[in-house]
């Protein structure tokens, strides 16, 4: 079955960038049946969702990071990658990535996104110097 | 503060019922039946148990119901059981712009 992981630095300093790496494996990041998110939650707290991306390289983000948030695939690879610039204490927390199920009307030919079908197991990110 | 509001926390005993309501708005809970729930358990990824309001992913115990009214969706666990104890998130579509919010979470503590 398909899996997510998520790979990257634990400690990163303030103003500095966050990388993280989200690896697929099961099945192919190409399908044309999802979006491949990101979402993060800081200790004690809960959910923000960051981010996604599609296998084509089209990006959404969530309008309060979309300064600060780049999200790019490597279909090559079956990975997709989270940066994050400009980074202080507040983007302390565990990221996770997570497939973004694709939501089609056939009766009205609407589309949208459903639910976050599978997720990795997170990792913590701490922002400090 | 999180797009939509949830109780901070729920409780029951062993074997009754309880709901978590999730209030949005018209731009989002009302507007799509795209709502879906996610249960984590300390130190856990959250799980999938509820998505388009009302439909239950396989091998998601049908202890679990979801509905909708309105700007309010609801998440239903009957039968309380002992490892139901964890926190509770409703998500929902929000429109191309937006795209998905949160609720701040549930905490569910069975007695």
């Known amino acids: 079955q398909v899996q997510l992981q998520e790979s990257g630095p634990g400690l990163v300093k303030p103003s500095q960038t966050l990388s993280l790496t989200c690896t697929v494996s099961?099945?192919?990041?190409?399908?044309?049946?999802?979006?491949w998110s990101w979402i993060r939650q800081p200790a004690g707290k809960g959910l923000e969702w960051i981010g996604r991306?599609?296998?084509?390289?089209?990006?959404n983000y969530n309008p309060s990071l979309k300064s600060r948030v780049t999200i790019s695939v490597d279909t090559s690879k079956n990975q997709f990658s989270l940066k994050l610039s400009s980074v202080t204490a507040a983007d302390t927390a565990v990221y996770y990535c997570?497939?973004?199920?694709?939501?089609?009307?056939?009766?009205?030919?609407?589309?949208?996104?459903?639910?976050?079908?599978?997720w990795g197991q997170g990792t913590m990110v701490t922002v400090s110097s | 503060q999180s797009a939509l509001t949830q109780p901070a926390s729920v409780s029951g005993s062993p074997g009754q019922s309880i709901t978590i309501s999730c209030t949005g708005t018209?731009?989002?809970?009302?507007?799509?039946?795209?709502v879906s729930w996610y249960q984590q358990h300390p130190g856990k990824a959250p799980k999938l148990m509820i998505y388009e309001v009302s439909k239950r992913p396989s091998g998601v115990s049908n202890r679990f119901s979801g509905s909708k009214s309105g700007n309010t969706a609801s998440l239903t666990i009957s039968g309380l059981q002992a490892e139901d104890e964890a926190d509770y998130y409703c998500?929902?579509?929000?429109?191309?712009?937006?795209?998905?919010?949160f609720g701040g979470g549930t905490k569910l503590t069975v007695l």
């Open positions: 099961g099945g192919s990041i190409s399908s044309g049946s999802y979006y």
């Open positions: 997570a497939r973004d199920v694709k939501y089609y009307d056939i009766l009205t030919g609407w589309g949208g996104t459903d639910a976050f079908d599978i």
């Open positions: 991306i599609y296998t084509s390289g089209s990006t």
């Open positions: 998500c929902s579509y929000a429109g191309s712009s937006t795209l998905k919010v």
């Open positions: 018209s731009s989002d809970v009302g507007s799509y039946n795209l």
